[in-house]
C-alpha cells in the first residue's frame, strides 16, 4: 500500500500488541497480505512509534505547494499520541534521517513548529537511517563555547611548550 507504513498495529480485546498479524476468532494467527511480499522482520517499537507519529503528522497536515505541511506543537502531538516525551528526540531525529519529515520552522512557546510531511517509514529506510541527530553534528560541529574552551586549552599547553624551551635554554 504505497505511501502507509508497513505494519499494522491492532490491539486485541486482551490489550497485547499484535503488529503485522490479525488475530481470528479461533486465535489462529493469520499473516497480513500476500506471505511472499510480508516483510517478516520484527519491527522495533522506535520503528512503531515512528509510524505513529508519522500517521497522525499526516492525517493531520495540509496539503500546500511544498507538499503536506504539518503545523503544531511536536510536544502536543505526543501527548495525544501518549507517548512519552523522552521519545521526542529520538523519534522526530529517525523519521528526518529517514526523509520522512523535514522541519521548514522551529517552533516554541506559543510558536508552532512546521514540519513538511515527505512520506512514509519503512523498515529499510529504519535501519539504514543514522542515529546522529543531524549530518552537520554526525561531522563532529562543535558549539562556540566547545571552541573557546579548546583555544584555552592549546594556550594553556602553549604556554607550557614555552616554559620548557626557556628553562632549558632553547630559543625560540
Not at 522495533?44 to 497522525?56: E, G, K
Not at 523498515?123 to 563555547?145: E, H, I, M, V
Not at 607550557?160 to 626557556?166: A, D, N
Request: hydrophobic share 35%.
Amino acid at each position: 500500500m504505497g505511501g502507509e507504513p508497513e505494519f499494522m498495529v491492532n490491539d486485541d480485546d486482551t490489550g497485547d500488541t499484535v503488529i503485522g498479524l490479525d488475530v481470528q476468532e479461533s486465535n489462529s494467527l493469520e499473516p497480513l497480505g500476500d506471505p511472499e511480499t510480508i516483510d517478516h522482520r520484527q519491527p522495533p517499537m522506535a520503528y512503531v512509534h515512528a509510524c505513529d507519529v508519522w500517521t497522525l503528522m499526516k492525517k493531520e497536515a495540509r496539503a500546500a505547494t511544498e507538499g503536506w505541511v504539518w503545523e503544531g506543537s511536536t510536544t502536543s502531538l505526543f501527548d495525544r499520541l501518549e507517548k512519552g516525551r523522552a521519545l521526542y528526540t529520538q523519534v522526530m531525529t529517525k523519521l528526518a534521517n529517514m526523509g520522512c519529515v523535514h522541519q521548514l520552522r522551529r517552533g516554541g512557546g506559543p510558536q508552532p513548529s512546521i514540519w513538511l510531511v515527505v512520506k512514509a517509514p519503512t523498515l529499510d529506510d529504519f535501519y539504514g537511517a543514522p542515529n546522529s541527530r543531524t549530518p552537520k553534528q554526525a561531522r563532529g560541529a562543535t558549539s562556540a563555547s566547545d571552541v573557546s574552551q579548546q583555544v584555552r586549552d592549546i594556550n594553556t599547553r602553549l604556554q607550557r611548550v614555552e616554559e620548557y624551551l626557556r628553562t632549558h635554554d632553547v630559543p625560540i
